[in-house]
């Protein structure tokens, strides 16, 4: 069972909290997709953190204000932020590893959450992230907003580009402080493998540290199966 926990007074502003048995091997947050609409929720990401918790991790199922729900810039990044630093307070927690890992669009609040602290709104950081694993993540922006992902879902969440995603596009934070695992299914038709390939590949020029997983056949929601090959291969990467 999981602990729902606030860490504000909006009611999208909670997080839910599945504990391993004995000690566990760091804390996974789990960032759902949805192309931040409000329609998706964190119903999504709930089997993700079951199975991550019966692995020894313990899962950190995060809620956020999206689009039609209070959301977008920057309230959405706000919540993210607040919701990780947000285990500061909860006792018995090892927050020596840090994991975030997201879908999709969770994937972009993943990679994000990483680089939140070079930007004056997002600090000071109180819980920083060790590691991203992303799971056929929005990384690029602008170019999914040229591409018109999820019905012109950019537009809607952050505005078209401009200098203000500088602070809002993982593709313009490169590289990370921490290493970044990217899986993407070769079969995915709502999000481009382009978008993990380019990104790791300019991840690796700017000298960071990045692996493509790429998963053959696999599609948009396969990575979030937990029964499936895919779901296995992604959470074998968090050792």
Known sequence: MFERIRYGDHPSQFGELTRADGTARGVVVVIHGGFWKAAYDLSLGRPLAVDLAAHGWTAWN??????GDGGGVPATFDDVAAGIDALADV?????????????????HLAA??????????WRPERVPVTAVVTQAGVLDLAGAHEAGLGSAAVAAFAGPPGPAYDELDPARQLPLDVPVYAVHGT???????TQSREYVARTRRAGGEAELVELAGADHFTLIDPTSD???????LLR
């Open 187 to 193: 079969a995915d038709d709502l999000v481009p493998p």
């Open 112 to 121: 994000w959450a990483a680089a939140r602290a070079r930007f004056p709104r």
């Open 62 to 67: 995060l809620e956020y204000r999206r689009v």
């Open 230 to 236: 895919a779901w296995r291969t992604t959470r074998g």
């Open 91 to 107: 006792e018995g927690l090892e927050l020596a590893r840090v994991v975030t890992l997201g879908h999709s669009a969770g994937g």
